[in-house]
């Protein structure tokens, strides 16, 4: 980064606009001292001020000159997500609505556990795959996030968990989005959320989601070595295309060896395939053998979820009794495989549920309503 300034459009032309200072991880808080002919160490002062110690203002950052400061508060400022609303549900998991750029709004959930917290972020406004178990696809999409909504959905977070007890342990990218679509602000998040100079968590408390973006998980690998969890869903292609429309483009036997060359140079550790149980769809027994062996060997964990009903959805979850009987026969061929615990079902904060405020730029209401007719044959 040359310069911390952004350009805006406006009706008088184009003004400069300082940049997000939570848009700056420690790589690019380097190239701006650099820029105003700083030493690297003003980095590490700079992030542990906002981060850390939780400063919003140059003025309070004390070990750095005041000329310095003057010079970075024309340069960058530091700007938060708004929480428009709070939602506590009956098991203590909360859900924010935070209000970012543009007027648009987006969802963040806090799960607390005994002996851990997980933050679920989204990565971006909407989503454009069209998954056809969440209600989060069915909504649309408007944009990607920056690195500073992603940051700052943590640093909300944490500031609203401040006297409550709790604390963030993990982090996953499970909210509104598909990560690996938005992976240039995601990838200088994760240094933020990872760094000691900030939140210092474990790589392997960092978790990133995706539905299977070949060549976006390539990429990933070559950028940061986080956990990683695949929306799995289907044991074959077929009833994979149905399920996560983008199997159409990134299938299958292309798909399950880039994850097993994700984890090929990191001992003790896996892979986590979600794998939501829908009633009479893919929870047959076949479909389980099916499963183990499309994983094969490869360092596994299967999280199966509970489907979470939305308004609209065409779906129903299986029973109780057929998703313990899916569990033991991944068992049986020596799979670890869990039940995801349905956590703020009654704040519509689990699982798919999540939809925030989108204004979709992609038509995808028009056509699902296009789809519903041709179903029905009208």
């Not at 709790?166 to 509104?176: A, P, R, S």
């Not at 790589?203 to 390539?218: N, W």
Request: charged share 25%; with cysteine; proline share 4%.
């Amino acid at each position: 980064m040359s310069s911390a300034v952004a350009e805006t459009s406006t009706s008088a032309g184009r003004v400069d606009v300082p940049v997000n200072l939570l848009d700056l991880d420690r790589q690019a808080l380097k190239r701006l001292f650099a820029d105003l002919g700083e030493k690297p160490f003003r980095a590490t002062q700079v992030l542990k001020w906002v981060h850390q110690r939780r400063v919003t203002g140059f003025e309070e950052m004390t070990d750095i000159s005041k000329a310095l400061r003057a010079r970075l508060a024309e340069r960058v400022a530091l700007r938060l997500p708004e929480v428009l609303a709070e939602q506590v549900s009956e098991d203590g998991t909360r859900k924010w609505l935070l209000r970012v750029d543009g007027g648009q709004a987006i969802e963040t959930v806090f799960i607390p556990d005994s002996g851990r917290g997980t933050l679920c972020v989204s990565s971006q406004v909407g989503c454009a795959l069209d998954c056809s178990f969440c209600s989060t696809a069915q909504q649309g999409f408007n944009r990607n996030l920056s690195t500073a909504e992603i940051i700052g959905q943590y640093y909300v977070a944490y500031d609203q968990l401040t006297g409550t007890g709790e604390q963030i342990t993990n982090v996953v990218f499970m909210g509104m989005g598909e990560p690996l679509l938005n992976l240039e602000a995601v990838i200088p998040a994760v240094r933020l959320m990872t760094d000691d100079d900030t939140y210092g968590l474990s790589k392997r408390k960092v978790t990133i989601s995706t539905s299977g973006v070949v060549t976006m998980l390539e990429r990933m690998r070559e950028q940061t070595d986080v956990s990683l969890a695949v929306s799995l869903h289907a044991p074959n292609n077929a009833l994979r295309d149905e399920l996560v429309p983008i199997n159409r483009k990134h299938p299958l036997e292309r798909l399950i060896p880039a994850c097993a060359a994700y984890i090929a140079d990191k001992p003790h550790r896996r892979i986590t395939w979600e794998y939501v149980m829908l009633d009479g769809v893919n929870d047959q027994d076949h479909h389980a053998h099916e499963l183990a062996r499309l994983l094969g060997d490869i360092p596994s964990k299967v999280n199966l979820i509970p489907f979470n009903p939305f308004p609209g959805a065409r779906y129903r979850c299986s029973p109780r009794g057929r998703i313990l009987r899916f569990v033991r026969i991944l068992q049986s061929h020596g799979l670890t495989a869990t039940t995801r615990v349905t956590r703020g079902q009654d704040i519509d904060g689990a699982c798919g549920q999540l939809v925030g405020k989108v204004q979709d730029r992609t038509r995808r209401q028009q056509r699902l309503v296009q789809r519903e007719l041709r179903r029905e044959g009208r």
